[in-house]
T-cell receptor, first 116, second 113 residues
């Protein structure tokens, strides 16, 4: 079946530094990928929709200059958290639109970001 | 305002019983509703999708119903097993068939042996 690979699975960084998270579709092409954030015991909140070859669409309240998204190819989208702060600590998950699975979106395994 | 509610934060049942999870929504008119399983520290895994014109869908021990009048979906796991213990999320697709997924908070199911 469709697989989305997300790296790293865990990262700890210092305040003020930037962190890049990669999301790859391994056996299918994804023109659209989605980035979510999930706080403990909360639902997944959509941050942005990443479209190959064009600018990402950000949800209300998400700072596009802080969460940089690049979708340079049909199999790779990256999320860079710039100038990270402790409040950015969260679980970040990507997903891809895989039409082959009957509209079930395929998710990556997530990245646990801790900013110290 | 638009809301998706999964009425139980946690559900504990005995092995072999049927688990029933509820998802209610307000102020949406979704064409599709999905159920996902999420294990701790992992991304969600797609289980089932049901369309607005479908009343019921089954997959092995799973059954989903969708009542657009009540704005409710029920998710059943029959003959539950300890391995079914996880958080189950319902999600709506809004903005058309290729639109965004909006998730409920999930119900944490624990199946005791």
């Amino acid at each position: 079946g469709a697989v989305v690979s997300q790296h790293p699975s865990r990262v700890i960084c210092k305040s003020g530094t930037s962190v890049k998270i990669e999301c790859r579709s391994l056996d299918f092409q994804a023109t659209t990928m989605f980035w979510y954030r999930q706080f403990p015991k909360q639902s997944l909140m959509l941050m942005a929709t990443s479209n190959e070859g064009s600018k990402a669409t950000y949800e209300q309240g998400v700072e596009k200059d802080k969460f940089l998204i690049n979708h340079a190819s049909l199999t790779l989208s990256t999320l860079t958290v710039t100038s990270a702060h402790p409040e950015d600590s969260s679980f970040y998950i990507c997903s891809a639109d895989d039409r082959a699975t009957n509209y079930g979106y395929t998710f990556g395994s997530g990245t646990r970001l801790t900013v110290v | 305002s638009q809301k998706i509610e999964q009425n139980s934060e946690a559900l504990n049942i005995q092995e072999g019983k049927t688990a029933t999870l509820t998802c209610n929504y307000t102020n949406y008119s979704p064409a599709y509703l999905q159920w996902y399983r999420q294990d701790p520290g992992r991304g969600p895994v797609f289980l089932l999708l049901i369309r607005e014109n479908e009343k019921e869908k089954r997959k092995e021990r799973l059954k989903v119903t969708f009542d657009t009048t009540l704005k409710q979906s029920l998710f059943h796991i029959t003959a539950s097993q300890p391995a079914d213990s996880a958080t189950y999320l319902c999600a709506l697709i809004v903005g058309g068939s290729q639109g965004n997924l909006i998730f409920g908070k999930g119900t944490k199911l624990s199946v005791k042996p």
